[in-house]
Nanobody
Framework: EVQFVESGGGLVQAGGSLILSCTAS????????IGWFRQAPGKGREGVAC????????YYPDILKGRFTISRDYAKNTLHLRMNSLNPDDTAVYYC???????????????????WGKGTRVAVSS
């Protein structure tokens, strides 16, 4: 059973930064795609970032490139999402998600990840 433990959410002022972390377990293979999506109140799911464990490649939606950085600590099996220059539009619940069926990231893979955690809340005040 795939499981996630997410942490790092909280309240931050506009312009600030946060780092989210996710430890995932239960995969039958060491190769899979893992990332984050977010859901703001009253809005749909939005992909944020994706990481491929097979080659370390990443994917970001154009609108978030340059502000968000996804990385993985292989020794600790932990995924990180660094978010800079946060603004109130970034307020959402952020979910760590993964898809063992795909090895490489893309918008479609990020959009359709089948497994996700309980989420961690990020609130950005103006």
């Amino acid at each position: 059973e795939v499981q996630f433990v997410e942490s790092g959410g909280g309240l931050v002022q506009a312009g600030g930064s946060l780092i989210l972390s996710c430890t995932a377990s239960g995969f039958s293979s060491e190769y899979y795609t893992i990332g984050w999506f977010r859901q703001a109140p009253g809005k749909g799911r939005e992909g944020v970032a994706c990481f491929s464990t097979i080659d370390g490649s990443t994917y970001y939606p154009d609108i978030l490139k340059g502000r968000f950085t996804i990385s993985r600590d292989y020794a600790k099996n932990t995924l990180h999402l660094r978010m800079n220059s946060l603004n109130p539009d970034d307020t959402a619940v952020y979910y760590c998600a993964a898809d063992p069926a795909y090895y490489y990231c893309s918008a479609a893979v990020l959009r359709g990840m089948d497994y996700w955690g309980k989420g961690t809340r990020v609130a950005v005040s103006s």
